[in-house]
């Protein structure tokens, strides 16, 4: 399966649709829109042929491009490749307009590219207890992210992210040997929390007091499916590099914890104080 790379992006002005290096901007091909269906010629480029657009008008065109300019396509033969494209193109389209600048766009793409060449994967260690059966089944059927669960026989000394229910100051200090970066989850008979996000190798583990996870409240699949929704993109943002290339990013968790009400899903931030390393005594 052909994919168009990363950092170029279709757009279509007055009649004439062209394919553009989104980094600097300047046109790769344009070409007179001779009745192609925008959208299905976008999908096909994006994520994929189909059964459906086999022969189509759109298909014929994006035969031809591959023809003329091979280097701009990547071929992907795995499952696990072709999901991780699509999946990085969904979310680069996503974050683009929020980009704050064209250099740090250009990281960014130079990131999913080195991710992609390279095979890299996301490391998780998630000890979370029994506390959320299945996140760890969701959070596996993410393209980009493999998952080791605290019970698991075969371990990493060191992780991308450790993901862990906090507990008590001097316990939570110790995952700093597993990992840089420690994510707080909790969830009690009112709340969820995610939050805060630990830049270990900076700042402090902080001493936050989560409400204890009583044993007995029933956690529905609906609301790990609303936690795996806020991990992903909180792992994503981590894994690609995002936290300071976006727009918006103060929503990011680094500084607080995401807090929803667990009858009506309300939510708001609450404020972590976090301290750099260099202030501990």
Partial sequence: ????????????????????????????VAFEDSGIDLDKFRQIMYYGKSDDTDGSLESLEMDKLINSFPLVFTSCFDNRMKSLFVFIRQYTEFFLPAMISGDLLEKYINRVEEIIRDKKICDVYLSLGNSFPYLSKLLSKIPFINVTKENDYTKK????????????YEKDKLWIEKSERILFLNMNQSNIEIGPLVFASKFKIPNIEFDSLNTSTLILKQEESLICFFLERILYINFFELYDKINGIEFFPTRSRICIDRLNLHGYGKLVPMYPINLEV
């Fill in 1 to 28: 399966m052909n994919y168009l790379n990363h950092k170029y992006q279709i757009v279509k002005e007055a009649n004439i649709i062209i394919i553009k290096n989104c980094i600097s901007n300047n046109a790769l």
């Fill in 157 to 168: 000394s060191k992780y991308d992210i450790v993901i862990t229910k906090g507990s008590d």
